[in-house]
Every structure is written in C-alpha cells, then in structure tokens.
C-alpha cells in the first residue's frame, strides 16, 4: 500500500484548501483513515479520522467544525477540507490508513503513512 498526499501550500488566514491523499496498491480491507499533522518542533498531533465505511468521524477540537474527512471510493482518494484556516494550522499534514483498529485517534493503530504535505497559513 503507498499513499501520496498532495494539496498543500501557502495561504492566507481565512482560506481553505483540500488536502488530497491517493491510495494505490493493495486497496481493499482498509478499516479507518485519518489526517495527522505535525509543526516544526511539535509531536505529530491527530486532527481527523473516518471509518472507512463512514459511519464514524472524530475530529480534533482544534479543527472541530472547520476540517472535514471524506473519501472517494471509486477513485482511492481520501481527502481534508480546510475551512477557515488559521496559522496555527502551519503544519506538516500526513494521511494515514489502517486494517483493523478503524476510526481513531491513536497514531500507533494505523498501518500505512503518506509522506507529509506542507500548509503554511500566513499574511
């Protein structure tokens, strides 16, 4: 399984922008997706999760009613919305899937990593 994110950049506060992550390879039994980020000199923070089967969806405060998780299943695509972004939001954002723990926050659950894609909110 390889993931590749892709969306990020530089933006100004108040913009949105989607991140998108594409799986390839293996891409059936997948149980949960989520997004994490990580700033300079910060551990690598949860910011969003989904079940695979969409029934479930956890965000973190921080990005609670801005962020949204989704996914494309015809095309292997997971994607984060970005609303209303913030320079707090200045990160590294890494998407992620796993086999069997589903939706959730725990970094250690998930299987399968994309490599980083800058955001940087600033004026």
């Known amino acids: 399984v390889q993931l590749q994110a892709s969306g990020g950049g530089l933006v100004q506060p108040g913009d949105s922008v989607t991140l998108s992550c594409l799986a390839s390879?293996?891409?059936?039994?997948?149980?949960?997706m989520a997004w994490f980020r990580q700033a300079p000199g910060k551990e690598r923070e949860f910011v969003a999760a989904?079940?695979?089967?969409?029934?479930?969806?956890y965000y973190s405060d921080s990005v609670r009613g801005r962020f949204v998780i989704s996914r494309d299943e015809a095309n292997n695509m997971v994607y984060l919305q970005m609303n209303n972004l913030k320079p707090d939001d200045t990160a590294a954002y890494y998407c992620?899937?796993?086999?069997?723990?589903?939706?959730?926050?725990?970094?250690?659950?998930?299987?399968?990593w994309g490599q980083g894609t800058q955001v940087t909110v600033s004026s």
């Open positions: 989904r079940s695979w089967s969409g029934l479930s969806q």
């Open positions: 390879g293996r891409t059936t039994g997948f149980a949960g």
């Open positions: 992620a899937v796993n086999t069997g723990a589903g939706a959730n926050w725990y970094r250690s659950t998930y299987d399968y």
